[in-house]
């Protein structure tokens, strides 16, 4: 899979509640099967959001509709929200770091460029 950092997936928004969705390819990576929900790990790292597929249910999981839809924890909320009007950036982790990787994502608040 390759999802880069210049992707159109880069400036998605995040409602007031916490809630976004996935894109299908990122579905895809995660192993999102169809018509049922996903559980999915989610951790705030030096406020970034890393989202992982989960292999069963814990302290810091949270279900996914089968579409990608999902309410993030308080946490990884308020890390979010931090970026230019609601505005998130999703990128993969680096392809670098050993096989597996492709399903490892992290959301970053979207920085504003003052020209």
């Known amino acids: 899979m390759a ?7 880069n400036g998605r928004r995040i409602s007031p509640g916490g809630i976004i969705d996935l894109p299908f390819t990122v579905r895809k990576a995660l192993a999102f099967r169809k018509g049922k929900t996903a559980t999915l790990e989610v951790q705030v790292e030096k406020g970034a959001v890393r989202i992982t597929a989960a292999r069963k249910a814990g302290a810091n999981t949270i279900e996914a509709s089968p579409l990608g839809v999902l309410k ?4 990884a909320h308020a890390a979010l929200s931090k970026g230019a009007k609601g505005r998130y950036n999703l990128t993969p982790q680096s392809e670098l770091q050993g096989k597996g990787s492709d399903r490892i994502f992290y959301l970053r608040p979207a920085v504003v460029n003052k020209a």
């Open 72 to 75: 993030l924890p308080k946490e």
């Open 3 to 9: 999802i880069t950092d210049n992707t159109k997936y």
